[in-house]
């Protein structure tokens, strides 16, 4: 079994033939990106036409941190006015 | 069904199913998962193909399991034992060029087998896809995926002069266009050359007839390490004969 840097991680993501925008379908290990991406299409679209895949080495994602959640979701949460439906709309405002 | 053609079919077909239970065996192990997925789709697309040509020639389930060595079509080529990886992608390599080209005549063309080929030669470029992206790897990884790749070119080219031996029912005989097999081989060293050469590696040379003789595997005779493998291919079948499943 090679070492995981001569295959590293890549993150998969899929949009399928009707869909509007590319979804995580998982991850795969690949020596580059071209074989990426032919696993990618085996393992997660069975070869089927018209879809769309982007392959991500893994290394290259940067994640929010579970640990600071709360400071970093939350402000939005408990301030209502900061989303549009905190606002009653004025009768006779057309065109909104 | 002519007879040419069933021959057609029979030739077809048994390359089909003969390289799909080659690969077969690889299940479980392949160097890595992804590539364990690889080599099985391509065993299921060649044993897809080899389902509908066998149909058109009788019985797929008896054509399959109840003829001997000696009645079987297939290029020697494809009954090769897998060898390491870079032989069995040497293998690929060599036969998916083949089947590439001859699909694409085939699928042009007006005979029987046209519908077919018509639907067989995306899943071939995709074989023929993944044999070269292979191919380039190995021949230009390191000192000895160098090395092994080339041992496997340089072990299977004496198969290779078989492909382009007229099949039966493919030559044009019936009315239909047939296959020009000179521009076929032509296109196939072609092909391969320029990928064999894109992978640091060079093209084999001397004679491109096989163990016995030009054509044989056609003609059913086949190399050694064929009857053991229809021996267990057939086994089951012929254990329990008439049974269904």
Redesign the interface.
């Known amino acids: 079994?090679?070492s995981s840097t001569d295959?590293p991680l890549w993150e998969v993501f899929v949009r399928s033939r009707r869909g509007l925008s590319h979804t995580h379908a998982g991850s795969?290990?690949?020596?580059d990106a071209?074989?990426a991406l032919?696993?990618a299409r085996?393992?997660y679209t069975r070869?089927s036409e018209g879809v769309s895949i982007w392959v991500v080495p893994s290394t290259q994602i940067t994640a929010s941190s579970p640990d600071e959640k709360d400071s970093f979701f939350e402000p939005a949460g408990d301030k209502p006015y900061r989303h549009p439906t905190f606002y009653d709309i004025p009768d006779g405002v057309k065109h909104l | 069904m002519a007879p040419t053609a069933t021959a057609a079919a029979l030739a077809l077909g048994d390359d089909a199913l003969v390289l799909s239970h080659r690969l077969g065996e690889w299940a479980g192990h392949a160097?890595?998962?992804?590539e364990e997925?690889?080599l099985a789709?391509i065993a299921l697309d060649l044993l897809g193909q080899a389902r509908v040509l066998l149909s058109l020639a009788g019985d797929e389930d008896e054509l399959a399991y109840l003829r001997e060595e000696r009645a079987f079509r297939n290029l020697q080529l494809v009954e090769q034992p897998n060898g390491d990886f870079a032989h069995t992608i040497a293998r690929q390599l060599y036969f998916s060029t083949y089947q590439t080209l001859l699909y694409g005549q085939l699928a042009s063309g007006d005979s029987t087998f046209a519908p077919l080929a018509a639907k067989a030669v995306k899943e071939v470029a995709?074989h023929q896809?993944?044999a070269e992206?292979w191919t380039l790897?190995l021949g230009d990884g390191t000192a000895e995926s160098h090395e092994r790749m080339r041992r496997g070119l340089d072990t299977l080219w004496r198969f290779t002069g078989e492909m382009f031996q007229p099949v039966e029912g493919l030559d044009g005989a019936d009315g239909s266009a047939g296959v020009d097999w000179p521009a076929l081989q032509a296109s196939w060293t072609a092909s391969v050359t320029a990928i064999i050469e894109k992978a640091t590696l060079t093209v084999p040379t001397g004679p491109q007839e096989g163990a016995w003789a030009a054509g044989a595997g056609r003609q059913g005779l086949h190399t050694e390490p064929f009857g053991r493998m229809l021996a267990e291919m057939q086994h089951l079948h012929r254990s329990h004969p008439g049974a269904s499943w």
């Open positions: 079994m090679s295959w795969l290990h690949a020596p071209e074989m032919r696993n085996d393992l070869r | 160097p890595v998962l992804e997925v690889a789709n995709y896809d993944h992206q790897r």
